[in-house]
C-alpha cells in the first residue's frame, strides 16, 4: 500500500479506519497497476492520469467517490452536485460495504473515463479558436 495512504488510514478514528483500511486493500487488489496517491490531501487512484476512484473522511462518514460515477447508472451512488460527473457512497460501518457493488463500480471506473486531467487544456484551445 502507498505509505501516504497507509498514514492517512492511521490517523482515523477505528471504525473510519476500518472502513478506509478495507477500501484501500479492495481497491489495490482490482487496480493493482494503476498510480496512487494522496491528491487534495485525500486517497485517490489514478489511471492514464486521470482520477478515478477515492475516499475522504466526511462528519457523516467515509464517502468514496468515482470520478465519473455519473455515467455508471448506478442507483446506489449518489450524483455529485458539480460540475464534474462525480458519484459516491457514504459509508459508516466496514458491514455496510456491499463487494458486489464496489467490484462492478470498480470495473466500470476503469471503462467509463471522462478526461479529466485534459480538460483544463481543452478549454484554452477551444476558447483560443473562438
Known amino acids: 500500500m502507498n505509505q501516504d495512504i497507509a498514514a492517512y488510514n492511521d ?3 477505528f471504525e473510519e479506519r476500518q472502513i478506509c483500511d478495507f477500501l484501500a486493500v479492495f481497491i489495490y487488489r482490482h487496480l493493482p497497476e494503476v498510480e496512487s496517491k494522496i491528491w487534495h490531501r485525500h486517497p485517490v487512484w489514478f489511471l492514464d ?10 462528519k ?3 464517502r468514496l467517490m468515482f470520478w465519473s460515477g455519473a455515467s455508471f ?3 446506489t451512488l449518489k450524483l455529485g452536485s458539480g460540475k464534474f460527473k462525480d458519484a ?8 455496510q460495504i456491499n463487494s458486489m457493488d464496489l467490484e462492478r463500480w470498480i470495473q466500470k471506473a476503469q471503462d467509463i473515463q471522462w478526461d479529466y ?3 483544463v487544456k481543452r ?3 477551444l476558447e483560443r479558436l473562438k
Do not use: A, M, R, W
Open 117 to 119: 486531467k485534459n480538460v
Open 73 to 75: 447508472d448506478e442507483d
Open 88 to 95: 459516491s457512497i457514504l459509508y459508516t460501518s466496514v458491514e
Open 60 to 62: 457523516s462518514g467515509i
Open 11 to 13: 490517523q482515523l478514528e
Open 49 to 58: 492520469g486521470n482520477p478515478i476512484v477515492g475516499y475522504s473522511k466526511l
Open 123 to 125: 478549454k484554452g484551445i
